[in-house]
């Protein structure tokens, strides 16, 4: 079965920098694009980034444009986020997602604290 985990989240300083990485299994990985996505608490859950599946074309949400980074490696079956200059607005779970159409999946998230 599709299974997506996320890891590499915590707490951090403003101005500090964290990379989440999302494990894939249970797919043909390195055929599908990738999306991150965070939620905010009382907040809809938004699109960071998003990467296509050879990872030649990237795509990023307003608010993380030029601090954040997608990447993936499809030998690890395993896309990344690399985030710098974090915000306290950057707090959130953020998500791993896959579009496998019609089913989106969706990991557990792991949580990103930015706090003096």
């Known amino acids: 079965q599709v299974r997506l985990v996320e890891s590499g989240g915590g707490l951090v300083q403003p101005g500090g920098s964290l990379r989440l990485s999302c494990a894939a299994s249970?797919?043909?990985?390195?055929?599908?694009?990738m999306k991150w996505y965070r939620q905010a608490p009382g907040k809809e859950r938004e699109l960071v980034a998003y990467?296509?599946?050879?990872?030649?074309?990237?795509n990023y949400g307003d608010s993380v444009k030029g601090r954040f980074t997608i990447s993936r490696d499809n030998a690890k079956n395993t896309v990344y986020l690399q985030m710098n200059s974090l915000k306290p607005e950057d707090t959130a779970v953020y998500y791993c997602?896959?579009?496998?159409?019609?089913?989106?999946?969706w990991g557990l998230g792991t949580q990103v604290t930015v706090s003096s």
């Open positions: 997602n896959a579009l496998l159409a019609p089913i989106n999946y």
């Open positions: 990467i296509t599946s050879a990872g030649g074309s990237t």
């Open positions: 249970g797919f043909t990985f390195s055929r599908y694009a």
